[in-house]
Nanobody, 124 residues
Framework: QVRLVESGGGVVQPGGSLRLSCAAS????????IGWFHQAPGQEHEGVAC????????YYRDSVEGRFSIFRDNAKNSVYLQMNSLTPEDTGVYYC?????????????????WGQGTQVTVSS
């Protein structure tokens, strides 16, 4: 089973950018798909982006379309979430998981447990 560790969070001003990393313990190609989730304070986890590692099919939640970009680096066994034009609504903890399915227009998750996540705070 592939294990994932998130990193790259921080504090940025509105309009700023961050790149989150999701590092896998083994080959990410074994994972099939990897998704990023956002948990705002007091809210449930919501999927924001997903990538199919076989053909790089990508899914984006409407609220991040055009601002966030998910991509992979097979050599580094990592998946990244590039976040641009950040707003205070993007504040929260971000998690990645292999327990997802996605296509270009749909996303589903069966996550049973969450990792430590990485905190993103967007504030002036």
């Amino acid at each position: 089973q592939v294990r994932l560790v998130e990193s790259g969070g921080g504090v940025v001003q509105p309009g700023g950018s961050l790149r989150l990393s999701c590092a896998a313990s083994g080959s990410i190609l074994d994972a099939g798909r990897i998704g990023w989730f956002h948990q705002a304070p007091g809210q449930e986890h919501e999927g924001v982006a997903c990538i199919a590692l076989s053909d790089a099919t990508r899914y984006y939640r409407d609220s991040v379309e055009g601002r966030f970009s998910i991509f992979r680096d097979n050599a580094k066994n990592s998946v990244y979430l590039q976040m641009n034009s950040l707003t205070p609504e993007d504040t929260g903890v971000y998690y990645c998981s292999t327990e997802v399915s996605c296509g270009r227009t749909w996303f589903a998750e069966t996550v049973k447990s969450w990792g430590q996540g990485t905190q993103v705070t967007v504030s002036s």
